[in-house]
């Protein structure tokens, strides 16, 4: 009789471990929620990656056409501004000589050749 106590010994102990863990199927079903969950949160952290992403390029297409506008603006403004001094420059040519209207003319020739240049 000693001998079979002896023997349920271990396998009592063995049993009292094994029931007082979790099951494999516990373990991998904690495993697959938390893989679950991280690909969730990967999917939400994609989102918000596309998300900004989609706003750079539409603020970078905003940039670039505000760039063309105002490349635009300034070639019709310096436009302007050549056919203004051209016309400064023949209504001064039409100018009778006498030496004020001379010194005049030469003033405002100065005037118009450093707005060119700048």
């Known amino acids: 009789m000693k001998r079979t106590q002896i023997a349920i010994v271990p396998i009592l102990l063995l049993l009292t471990v094994i029931g007082c863990s979790d099951s494999p199927d516990m373990r991998d079903q904690r ?5 679950e ?16 992403s989609q706003a750079v390029v539409e603020e970078s297409h905003q940039l670039a056409e505000t760039a063309k506008e105002l490349v635009e603006h300034d070639a019709e403004a310096r ?3 050549i056919a203004a001094q051209q016309e400064l420059t023949t209504q001064l040519n039409d100018l009778p000589p006498e030496p004020i209207a001379i010194s005049f003319l030469v003033a405002v020739r100065e005037i118009s050749k450093r707005s060119l240049t700048t």
């Open 31 to 35: 495993l697959a929620e938390f893989a």
């Open 37 to 52: 969950q991280a690909v969730k949160e990967q999917a939400r952290q994609n989102d918000r990656m596309a998300d900004q």
């Open 79 to 81: 436009r302007e501004l």
